[in-house]
């Protein structure tokens, strides 16, 4: 009975089905939609970026009911705050420059609210925009540089890694650059760990930072031996410490020893000893290299610090205190190929850098210090980086 009735069911939606064609067949077909009339004339297309022959830089940004926008150029010199002017589009727009080659990062500020591009073009090489800790920004390359250009040479990978802290008990995240030929081969290669500073995140290095280029042409020029690098993140909270938190620690020293370097050398092709590790990073991570090394000084063959000094970051300025076993141990010294600083003159913690290279040639070691012209910005720490990572397991 199930099967008979199914057939008749099938019967009948046939004999529906036809009955229909047959009603229609004389029918005259039915007419397309009426176009959608266009609402007034289309909205400006403004190109958001735009970089000229000689260097200077034109930002637009189509906000037609906006009152007022600023250009924050981080970085850029002279773009800190700048008023845009409109057209009679509605395109605002501002021209700055000329501008030394590199990687810059902007937004906009629009009536009070901080956007990013909202139509930077991609390109094949290199990201539209960079993460810190407190925002998004938009990037703009100005070309120019054989140390950062893309140049046409062969280019390593940079990877983003999730790990779960045990020590934060947390998942956190790291970048990651490998050399090129790294995944055609079987060869054991050194680490070098590059920090970045305050409010920025582990994305800094490798957008704004450009270190992945950095290191590609730095390899096939020849200059700088092929390294796998490391690049962590330095915060590990947002925010101030609740009253209920406990006493405070040193979380990012707990995460880096305890999380991110087994990390590193359990699941990269690295050599795990002395000779064939570095230590490096800017400002706050110059701080954090300091208390890092010198709490591991047997893990560490080469230590830069950029635009920093004992105490940026490293929770106080007890730091000789705090370190002073490490610091007259002469067995330690062993191996310590090289610890380099590096300061704008125009920095405002050369002071402090200065005062570090004292403390450590106090204590028997021998520190280069290089004072390069400039302040804090990334301007010298791409330089910085340029010019430390040559000199590295050599």
Known sequence: MKTHSSSLLAIAGVALAFCAVSQNSSAQPASPPPARERQGPRAPRPVPVEVSADRHITFRILAPKAQEVRLNGGDIPNAGNVVMTKDTNGVWEATIGPVQPGEFRFNFNVDGV???????????????????????????????????????????AVE?????????????????????????????????????????SDDAWSTVGRAGFIMDNLIADGKAKPMVVVMPAGHTRLGRRAPGDGPPRDEFQADFSGDVMPYVESHY?????????????????????????????????????????????????????????VLDNAELKKGLELIWFSTGKNDRLITNSLATVDLLKKHGFNPVFLESQGGHTWINWRDYLGEFAPQLFK
């Open 160 to 200: 983003t890694v999730t790990y779960f802290s045990k020590s934060l008990e947390r998942a956190r995240r790291m970048h990651v650059y490998t050399p090129p030929g790294y995944d055609q081969n079987s060869e054991r290669y050194p680490v070098f760990y590059l920090l970045h500073g305050s409010g920025d």
């Open 269 to 325: 092709r690295v050599v795990n000893d002395k000779a064939h590790r570095a230590i490096a990073g800017l400002s706050m991570g110059g701080g954090q290299t300091l208390t890092a090394a010198f709490a591991t000084l047997d893990k560490f063959a080469y230590i830069g610090v950029f635009s920093s000094g004992a105490g940026i970051g490293s929770g106080g300025t007890d730091w000789e205190e705090r370190h002073k076993d």
């Open 114 to 156: 901080l956007v990013v591009a909202p139509r930077n073009p991609a390109t094949p090489e290199t990201s539209t925009v960079s993460e810190s800790n407190e925002a998004i920004w938009s990037l703009v390359n100005v070309p120019g540089s054989d140390l950062m250009d893309t140049r046409d040479v062969p280019h390593g």
